[in-house]
């Protein structure tokens, strides 16, 4: 989901950006107008998530998935240690990939007794110091299971997939050594995938590395060592304008906060809906729920997509349903779910 | 450039596609309506290139100069041959990359003494039978050089990145290999790589391959291991539907052949205007030219631009000029480049 307003001003300018006559997609990616507006991007981006200066922030193609390659190959010798959790479908993907390239991966943490309804307990594991790096997903977006804390590493540098949480609150940049993230949750179209990555982390890629993944080329490049998806950057910055003009990331935290508190409160005081997390690991961005007769799923996604609430099938490996409050997800979108799930209770319990 | 209908019309529907009331970038990749559309955009680009049934058609991410590294993955094994020439400046960086990929890279024709003016003569070169396969790049955009035929390489799999005229003319698939191309030429925006891949060629990668650029991952998944960009999928089908409206491709052959002998004429019948490149070796989509009195190129890219001929300035590497006449160039664009030329001659000769 994206703000009605970046929209709306994407659309309007979509044939004329900047008075230009072309569409931004139709404009150099070397020319200075949209050189300009990249930099302007990094630069509300660094700002909206206060990134120190001694981190990277890059823009790269691929998506997440291709980080969770990328890393190993950015970070890492054949062989060398890393420390994964398992909290779910995107842990697992992440933690596959760190083994397909080479690495003594050691899962300290798995939660495959809950059913991934949990975190693992803050002080419950002990990375290890001679890992080259300690991985997690802070938010699962499959089973809706988030970390409340940022997990102690000790000094090795912790990588975190931030998918489907970043700007959604305010976080600690300086805690991580990789932040990285697919855009098409919380920062505008898919295509599109955010590395902010501190300095002493960068230059050290293996041999093979391709160079449009190479943390260090890119870097020297202003991420343009190809073209870059320049509709995506010119979005991402329209919505760091958004983000910013709302009161930034704080603003963001609590209206999120409160979007989630509302559904969880709501489907606690239900007798018909169910959620399964355990309570302090509760996503703010994706909300999963059981209803007692499970039997009735489609029916409740259908009428719901029917009264304009869409998407809330749960992923097919879990079933139920699951709402994704996204940023650009307003209160009142999370009032007309309740109002509907409170609806439909009373015409199916 | 894109065609303004094709603008116009994804204006119109960016904030409600197919009366979804959300834009193509909010929907669910994985949710019907998407999967509908991605489908249409494949078949598609099958009708209008002529893919035959033994190839498979990917949407990947990095662009072409992630295929640079992704292709000696998918087809080889370290230490494997490759025949490549060299042409220019995208030859070289594919060259570089399959050396950085480990193969044994032998160039059969490097066009360095015409300072890549020129391609080589059909017939000059002779393709290793023991070659993994063979590279060469139809279209040089830097140097505005283009092959007018395509090379014999005996029973070896040729690669072509095909990112400047895809869609530009009829190409007969079957006499490929590998066929990539970067969108944001012909095809839409930037961020979406396209790869027609003959099926026997499908399930070699090496191991370490990333999933992402995985052939056979990406083709049993539709293109859909991870999140595609939905955008360029969505723009990339209506620019299809423009093609195959227009005539399809060859009607796109007529058009953009008329358009390079306008503009090729009227450089070779001026004594202001020279075009440096063999006369065999024109390239229909980048018509690069210099003017005698080159202490004027800043100012004709200026004035040009202020006439709202814009992207005219040569590459940075050989100074100059370049009308970039892709698809979506009409002939009243050329003509009016035209009449800005002579203009320009009558008041600065």
Redesign the interface.
Known sequence: ??P?DV??A???E??DWQG????V?????R?KDFVAAAAETESLLREVMGVPQDYRVLFL??????Q???IPMNLTAVGDKANFLNTGQWSAKAIK?AR???LDVTVLADEAASNYTTTPAQGSFTVDPTAAYFHYTPNETIGGVEFGYVPDAGGVPIVADLSSTILSRPIDVSKYGVIYA?A?KNM?????CVVVVRNDLVGHAR??T????DYKAMAESDSM????????LY?LGRILAWVKDAGGLPAMGERNHAKAAALYSFIDASEYYTNPVALDSRSWMNVTFLQAKPELDKTFVAQASAA?L??LAGHRSVGGMRASIYNAMPAEGVQALIDFMADFERRNA
Do not use: I, K, Y
Not at 25 to 29: K, L, N, Y
Not at 210 to 213: H, M
């Open positions: 989901m994206l009605t929209l709306e994407a659309a309007s979509l044939t230009s006559g072309m569409s997609m139709e404009v150099s990616h020319g193609q691929g998506g997440a998935s291709g969770f390659d990328a990939a397909t390239q080479g697919g098409q505008g179209p898919s295509g599109l041999p093979r391709p160079a449009v993944w060592l190809n073209t870059p998806p320049t509709f995506g979005l304009g869409t998407n």
